[in-house]
């Protein structure tokens, strides 16, 4: 195997492939690299059982081959190198990276006992803007669990109804739903795992440009192509939370408040909040004032924002994080809150549409606060 490769292009594509390389596993071969030069294209995968990817980009290949090389050592010394062409040859078991005056030479493996991503069977195929997807993401994965062991929980699920996509992130806490309108005849519930999710925001995130992302359902696995990237993952089988159950229908106080003062002055509050011990904040709602009470062992805190006001006065407490992790996702000048009683859960939302909703239950009232 003998090619030539811009350095810019291989160490993106080599960073992107990180993200699929496992780092602590028993099994030295996920360690790797594949690599494949063919038709001046070099294919790269990377795949640890759970999540993959495959990259393919140009390259001038002299003799066509493939291989598997350390993922990390490779990468790194690929992006320490300078904006030239890099000059990549397989002779028997080492491959030679070499550009300019510099050259390593990295031991290979064989390829053959690789895990390459499985094939997909394709059931389903949707087409969205990156855009659209990255807002999504930023809108919805804060609010999943962070605990593995919750498998429903530490997930997203995607609904397909006909016109309509809705992606949704849950805790014990809170939900966070926002969905998409969307053009198909598709029906059907996918769960996917939330570290599967993150990783594909961050590669969107490397797309200054709105591109086409495709995705492939299959029935265990789903693609997500964009570019002349694909990234794999796993499907669970799991019963996600009735979540639709336990979302309010009506309200009895509602609120309209300037986003960017609610935040801030939450954000002064929450300095007094030791969230180990589950202080909260109290949210008194007067007339036109929402006014922000906090005691804690360290001192207490008191802040008024103006409102508008519909329906009765409400006092209820929250966790701060709760709403911190909203507002600073949302770009809206001002959002809505909606509170049915001190004891059940508030939804927020950014319009009247219901295209995004946030749900936090709130906590006890303590004679402290």
Sequence with gaps: M???VNQ??????????QR???QRTTKDILNNIYIKAKDNKILLIAHNLKIGMEIE???????EGETLVEAFLFSDFVKRLPDVDVFIEKNNNKLSVSAVSSTINLLTEDYRDYPFLPEITVKNEINLPSIAIKEVLDMTLFSASNDESKISLNSQLIEVNNSELTFVCLDLFRVALRKINLKTDINGEYLIPLRSM???NKIISYYKDNVNIKMEIGEKNINFIIGNIKFTTGLIDASFMKYKQILPTSYDTRIVIDRRMFYD????????????????VRFNIVDDRLELK???QIGNFFESIPVELEGVNLTIA????FWLDVLKVVDTEKVILEFSSNIRPCIMKVNDNNDYIYLVLPMKIRDEE
């Design 318 to 321: 929250f966790r701060p994080k």
């Design 294 to 296: 906090i005691n804690s």
């Design 2 to 4: 003998k090619f030539s």
């Design 20 to 22: 699929c390389v496992a």
């Design 265 to 280: 002055a939450l954000d002064r509050a929450n300095l007094l909040v030791n969230n180990s011990e589950d202080h909260s």
């Design 198 to 200: 993150q990783e594909l």
């Design 57 to 63: 980009i140009d390259a001038n290949v002299e003799v």
């Design 8 to 17: 810019k292009q291989l160490a993106n594509a080599l960073n992107m492939l």
